[in-house]
């Protein structure tokens, strides 16, 4: 195994470019991961470019095309390995031995098998030095969804609820008779929608979504985003009314049943359906409890996103319920992450050990 090489201080500066052009494909790239490519020369960047679109050229020819002056004996920083296999493009790595690239500066090795480290081969047999781990944490969490995805056949999960400080996300009464109300404040309800803009798709279940017919958009004043995320509601044996909110034609939606007619669908099903037909990369869960307890019961989460109400209930409706996993077998999260979200607390971590659905 070769060693990880020492990364300058410069080196680190043109990858967090790098990394921060990628974003600009994020809803946009997709099926393909978001990547950036910075172009230096001299000390300065003399080119840039990110995947904007699947069909497209990819970062690393956009980047190249975008130079300014010439790119003989230049270095290059992208977030991903160079892709070397032909797809909807050529590859990548014949184009950056085309521009005379004497140096590329990896992020992280592709997980796609067509690649997964061909790419860095071609390069280096080709007389390129090529020096992969730069920023590699970073960069690996920027395609983390991708990555599930085309490993596993999956999208990756975020589990996500609001509750008080005692674990309780509503009272006990019974829904109709509860008053509309939002337990967190509003920067926790603007962060929500945040998480909504961040993911491919938002699932809730049947009982969410006739008891309090969310919308299940992403609402943020002065924020466009390339693609709404789709809403998804798991449906038991009763159809659900067409006119719900969160089937309007301003997003996309559906409502998935189990194909044996038994009722809910497992979620290993509705995980490999969004995964293969939609090609959802990411999917946010939204709830309620009962979903909530069943996805925690299957393994498929990746991730969780907690918010907390300084407030206590008592009593009410738990986060999640029906899962009843041993002690011995509950789902561990780590490291946590706490930031305030005006008076409410946002804890976010990751499920260590998360199930594979292969």
């Known amino acids: 195994?070769?060693?990880?090489?020492?990364?300058?201080?410069?080196?680190?500066?043109?990858?967090?470019?790098?990394?921060?052009?990628?974003?600009?494909?994020?809803?946009?790239?997709?099926?393909?991961?978001?990547?950036?490519?910075?172009?230096?020369?001299?000390?300065?960047?003399?080119?840039?470019?990110?995947?904007?679109?699947?069909?497209?050229?990819?970062?690393?020819?956009?980047?190249?095309?975008?130079?300014?002056?010439?790119?003989?004996?230049?270095?290059?920083?992208?977030?991903?390995?160079?892709?070397?296999?032909?797809?909807?493009?050529?590859?990548?790595?014949?184009?950056?031995?085309?521009?005379?690239?004497?140096?590329?500066?990896?992020?992280?090795?592709?997980?796609?098998?067509?690649?997964?480290?061909?790419?860095?081969?071609?390069?280096?047999?080709?007389?390129?030095?090529?020096?992969?781990?730069?920023?590699?944490?970073?960069?690996?969490?920027?395609?983390r969804a991708y990555a599930i995805w085309v490993r596993e056949g999956r999208p990756m999960v975020t589990l996500k609820a609001?509750?008080?400080?005692?674990?309780?996300?509503?009272?006990?009464?019974?829904?109709?008779?509860?008053?509309?109300?939002?337990?967190?404040?509003?920067?926790?309800?603007?962060?929500?929608?945040?998480?909504?803009?961040?993911?491919?798709?938002?699932?809730?279940?049947?009982?969410?979504?006739?008891?309090d017919d969310p919308r299940l958009t992403v609402r943020l004043p002065g924020r466009k985003r390339a693609a709404a995320p789709r809403r998804v509601a798991l449906a038991g044996k009763d159809p659900l009314p067409v006119d719900l909110k969160m089937l309007s034609p301003e997003a996309p939606s559906e409502v998935i049943r189990d194909p044996a007619g038994e009722g809910r669908p497992p979620i290993a099903f509705v995980l490999e359906h969004l995964a293969r037909e939609r090609e959802v990369q990411s999917l946010l869960v939204e709830g309620g409890a009962t979903i909530h307890g069943a996805f925690i019961k299957s393994g498929f989460v990746d991730r969780v996103a907690l918010f907390v109400a300084p407030r206590l209930l008592g009593g009410g409706v738990p986060v999640a319920r029906g899962a009843d996993l041993p002690l011995a077998d509950a789902l561990r999260l780590g490291p946590l992450t706490v930031r305030a979200v005006g008076e409410d607390l946002l804890i976010t971590a990751d499920v260590l050990g998360a199930k594979p659905s292969r």
Request: aromatic share 4%.
């Open 162 to 211: 609001a509750a008080t400080l005692d674990g309780y996300m509503a009272d006990g009464r019974p829904r109709g008779a509860r008053a509309p109300a939002f337990l967190t404040g509003p920067k926790a309800l603007r962060a929500a929608h945040e998480l909504r803009a961040a993911h491919d798709a938002v699932l809730v279940g049947s009982g969410t979504a006739l008891a």
């Open 1 to 143: 195994m070769l060693k990880k090489p020492k990364f300058a201080a410069a080196d680190e500066r043109f990858m967090r470019r790098a990394l921060a052009l990628a974003e600009r494909g994020r809803g946009t790239a997709r099926p393909n991961p978001v990547v950036g490519a910075v172009i230096v020369r001299g000390g300065r960047i003399v080119g840039e470019g990110y995947h904007r679109r699947a069909g497209e050229p990819h970062a690393e020819v956009n980047a190249i095309r975008a130079a300014r002056g010439p790119t003989r004996g230049a270095t290059m920083y992208v977030t991903l390995e160079p892709c070397c296999h032909v797809g909807r493009t050529g590859p990548c790595t014949e184009h950056v031995l085309a521009a005379g690239i004497k140096r590329v500066v990896v992020g992280c090795g592709d997980p796609n098998p067509l690649v997964d480290g061909g790419g860095i081969t071609r390069l280096r047999r080709a007389g390129v030095r090529v020096d992969v781990g730069c920023l590699e944490r970073e960069c690996r969490e920027a395609i």
